[in-house]
């Protein structure tokens, strides 16, 4: 076999090969994203939205970037049987397929530590979200009165 068809060969062998892939962050949509005012720099700021997996496999929120604050991640508030709440970070998570992962008051949230500006209320800022497989989506959050219970104030 001459060189040139064997490599010819190989390529469409491979080519034609099923390859794994990671779940795309194409699949996800941002919805009712909102985040409260903020007294100062002093404390954090936080944001919240739901992340609706649209696609057919699992996709992974693995980071947060933002330059409203020098240390984005997602926290959970959780209370133990003595009613005490703590709060502390998650790490990666999982969104499954047709699934929705909400971020609320009261559970996960994005925490947003190292405030650089004050949120001010009618004001916007932007929040990336890192996906596991590369990919990005970066979504304009408003900012609301520090009373604001859900997106509608």
Do not use: C
């Amino acid at each position: 076999m001459r060189k040139s068809t064997f490599h010819a060969l190989a390529f469409s062998i491979l080519v034609g090969l099923p390859t794994a892939s990671l779940a795309g962050s194409e699949d996800i949509v941002i919805e009712d994203a909102w985040a409260r005012a903020s007294i100062g720099t002093n404390r954090p700021g936080v944001a919240y939205m739901t992340l609706r997996n649209t696609g057919t496999d699992p996709v992974t929120l693995v980071g947060l970037e933002t330059p409203l604050a020098m240390m984005p991640d997602i926290h959970e508030t959780t209370t133990d049987s003595n009613g005490v709440s703590s709060m502390g970070p998650v790490g990666e998570i999982v969104i499954s397929p047709g699934e929705s992962v909400s971020l609320e008051p009261g559970g996960m949230h994005a925490m947003l530590m190292r405030l650089q500006a004050k949120m001010i209320e009618g004001e916007t800022f932007q929040l990336t979200l890192n996906f596991a497989d590369g990919g990005t989506l970066t979504v304009d959050v408003p900012i609301l009165g520090i009373a604001a219970r859900g997106p509608e104030g």
